[in-house]
């Protein structure tokens, strides 16, 4: 389940993007109100993501502490921009700004021969994250369950871009083609969404006796209530 505060801005495509699979309920943590509603969804939650600054969810009474006491034995998962620890802990940032104070933005221009800086075709230090925040939680699901006790994954797109650096770069990356359209159309799939007919990659697991799939489409904001649904 995404929560979102019926007051902040956002981006639509990245709604459309990143919202299948989910469920998407508002609550505004500045209120009673919206405290109340995700103290109730972490009463019975296994793992609880969220991607603030390290201190300002914490304000809110939502810090790993607090969350365990809520629901001993979840998995808290933190993001944050520049770190968890250090002179910009407390730093605001997303994927375009990281990756200009780590120096990619500045190794894609020199590569491709511009004059300053050039954005990745991608956003790289997002998705890779968030791969890496998903491991996280399934390694600290695989611990709790072995050894009990709350764990708190801890990742950051800076350390990501640390992490990716550190893997080397090829030679003449620039001059590699891009896939064309009938090489990945095999992999594309079409659905109805909130949003009308969508078109995207379809589910990489692949699985002979159950076909994996996203069971809901990509909703507008808030189209749900914030209660779990039933298990029986």
Known sequence: MLISSPNLPFIPW?????????LSAFADLKTHQGQDVLRGLLASADIFSQGYRPQSIAALGFSPEDAAQISPGIVYVSLCAYGHAGPWASRRGFDSLVQTATGFNHAEGKAAGADGPKELP????DHTTGY???FGAMMARLRQAREGGSWHVKVSLAQTGRWLWN????DDGLTAADLTADAILPFIEQ?????GALRGVRHAAVMSATPAFWQRPAMPLGSHEAVWPSRG
């Open 167 to 170: 893997l080397g770069r090829l």
């Open 132 to 134: 890496l925040m998903a």
């Open 14 to 22: 990245l709604v459309i993007d990143t919202g299948r699979g989910k």
């Open 122 to 125: 991608m956003q790289i230090l």
């Open 191 to 195: 659905g109805a969404s909130g949003f």
